[in-house]
């Protein structure tokens, strides 16, 4: 078991930099003993700098190389799309070696990232790419609310094709695991109808009753405790109110609309299903004010201490 995180750094150009300085900056000695930045030095000086910090970086970041670095902020780059990737690989790669427990990220930016070659919807894709695994699931942690992803970065057409029984039921597990590990001994899972009214029965359409219900009496039979379909207007209130641990969003908007609107600042992205932890801020590069000193910092606060969790329970 191994309790440091690994924080990489995100786009070069965006807050990234910024925020990681400000969490450590915040950070007792005895939490940045546990912590390692996986970016550029270079641009986190130029971003302590902005700040007006006095961080000794001396053993706390695997300097990973940016040609030109610091790079103008707030500047779209695919010089800056390959070093994301290219840190968060060294992160993968520290991860699955047990030299970090788990991984923080930082945001990148996804039109930098494929201008750079690497082409990706996002972290979780990517993740599950570097680490050859089958799939990978988006989950959202607040306080008071808990959402995953049956769907994420597609379509609205090609969301609703992914409601399948299989995938909607490997979903339920996914979830149903992740919430045993931080503690939830039995789990109460309310599944997300699709349609309007999980489409009052056949009047505005029959995936609710013929791809969810299904998988949800499969994860019934498994011994989950499970319901659903629930319509989508109505569950996250309940869940909110109580009276779920965890909601399963069939697609993007579905889930993060609600989780965004009760806790815009302090929801933790969490994959799950891969053979190692990671988290993440749920906000991008903010390229407007990078290198502003503005950038706010509580998100990945949030992200770092979700994953202290993580990586203290591992393997337990």
């Not at 910024?18 to 007792?28: F, N, Q, S, W, Y």
Request: charged residues 20%; hydrophobic residues 40%.
């Amino acid at each position: 078991m191994n309790d440091i995180i690994g924080i990489t750094m995100g786009d070069p150009v965006g807050i990234g930099p910024e925020i990681t300085v400000k969490a450590l900056a915040e950070m007792t000695p005895e939490q940045r003993a546990k912590t390692r930045v996986f970016g550029n030095l270079a641009t986190l000086e130029a971003a302590q700098k902005v700040i007006g910090t006095s961080l000794d970086f001396a053993g706390l970041v695997e300097d990973i190389e940016v040609p030109g670095a610091p790079l103008p902020w707030g500047r779209l780059d695919h010089a800056a799309g390959d070093a994301a990737f290219r840190f968060i690989e060294a992160a993968v790669r520290a991860a699955e070696a047990g030299t970090i427990g788990c991984i923080v990220t930082a945001p990148i930016n996804k039109e930098s990232l494929n201008a750079a070659g690497h082409h990706y919807d996002g972290h979780t894709g990517m993740l599950r790419d570097l680490t050859g695994s089958d799939a990978a699931y988006m989950l959202l942690a607040s306080e008071r609310l808990e959402v995953i992803h049956v769907s994420t970065h597609v379509s609205l057409k090609d969301a609703i094709g992914r409601v399948t029984p299989e995938r909607v039921l490997a979903t339920i597990r996914a979830g149903y695991e992740h919430m045993r590990r931080i503690g939830v001994e039995n789990p109460r899972i309310a599944v997300a109808g699709l349609n309007p009214h999980c489409g009052e029965n056949g009047l505005f359409g029959n995936e609710d009753m013929e791809q969810i219900r299904p998988a949800v009496t499969m994860a019934q039979d498994e011994g989950m405790d499970v319901e659903g379909p629930i319509s989508a207007d109505t569950v996250y209130y309940r869940a909110y109110q109580g009276g779920f641990d965890l909601v399963i969003a069939q697609y993007h908007d579905q889930g993060h609309i609600p989780i965004k609107l009760v806790a815009f600042d302090t929801t933790v992205n969490v994959s799950v299903g891969l053979p190692i932890d990671r988290t993440s801020v749920d906000h991008g590069t903010a390229f407007d004010i990078a290198g502003t000193g503005k950038a706010n910092h509580t998100n990945l606060n949030a992200a770092i201490a979700y994953a202290r969790k993580l990586a203290a329970g591992r393997g337990a």
